[in-house]
C-alpha cells in the first residue's frame, strides 16, 4: 500500500495557532508547504490535503475536533480512505521528551496525551504508529495546561523550522521504510 493518513494532533482557532500542544499542525503544515501541496480543506472532522513524495501518497488530516476528541478524525478518515492503522502516523508533543526530541513507535499508552487517549479508545486498540515531538516539561507544578498551551520560546523558535523539518522526514520514512525501519533512522540518541 503506498498510501498513508498522517493524523497531525492540535486544536483548532487562532487562540491555539502557535502552541506547543499544537506541534502537531505545526508539522503538517510543514509538510504541505514543502511538497506544494494544494491549500486544506475542511472536510468531515477535518481539514486536510495530501502530498506526494518518493512514490507515496500521505493524506495529512488535521482534525477540527480538538485535541481531547481525535479519535472521530482517526476513525472517519482511516473508514473514508479505506486504510487500515498500519497506514497511519500520529503527530503529536510529548512532555515526557527534550524540546525538538522526536521518538517514533509502532503502538503503546497514551501517556497523559489525552488525543492519544480518545484515538485508543474509538479506535480500541493503543497499536498504531505515533511519532511523539517533545516540548519538554519546563513548567511548574499545576501550570500544565497553561504550559502546553503556550507559544514556544524564544530560544525554542531559534530553531523550530529545523526541528519541524526533521519530524517531516520522519512521517515521510514511516511511509517509505515502514515504521519498525524508520525507528531505527528517527530515535538515534
Not at 26 to 35: F, S, T, W
Request: charge should be positive.
Amino acid at each position: 500500500m503506498s498510501k498513508f493518513l498522517v493524523l497531525c494532533l492540535g486544536n483548532i482557532g487562532p487562540e491555539y495557532a502557535d502552541t506547543r500542544h499544537n506541534v502537531g499542525f505545526m508539522v503538517g503544515d510543514y509538510l504541505a508547504r514543502k511538497h506544494d501541496a494544494v491549500p486544506w480543506e475542511l472536510g468531515r472532522h477535518a481539514f486536510t490535503t495530501e502530498i506526494k513524495a518518493k512514490g507515496k501518497t500521505y493524506v495529512l488530516v488535521k482534525p477540527t475536533t480538538y485535541m481531547n476528541l481525535s479519535g472521530k478524525a482517526a476513525a472517519h478518515w482511516l473508514s473514508a480512505l479505506k486504510l487500515t492503522k498500519e497506514n497511519m502516523l500520529v503527530v503529536t508533543d510529548d512532555l515526557a521528551l527534550p524540546y525538538g526530541k522526536l521518538r517514533l513507535k509502532a503502538k503503546g499508552s497514551a501517556g497523559g496525551q489525552n488525543g492519544l487517549k480518545h484515538i485508543q479508545e474509538t479506535l480500541g486498540t493503543d497499536e498504531y504508529a505515533r511519532l511523539r515531538f517533545g516540548i519538554d516539561s519546563s513548567f511548574s507544578k499545576g501550570r500544565q495546561v497553561d504550559y502546553v498551551l503556550s507559544p514556544f520560546s524564544a530560544d525554542e523558535k531559534i530553531d523550530l523550522e529545523a526541528r519541524l523539518e526533521k519530524a517531516a522526514e520522519a512521517v515521510l520514512a514511516f511511509g517509505a521504510l515502514g515504521v519498525e525501519r524508520a525507528m531505527n533512522v528517527v530515535n538515534v540518541k
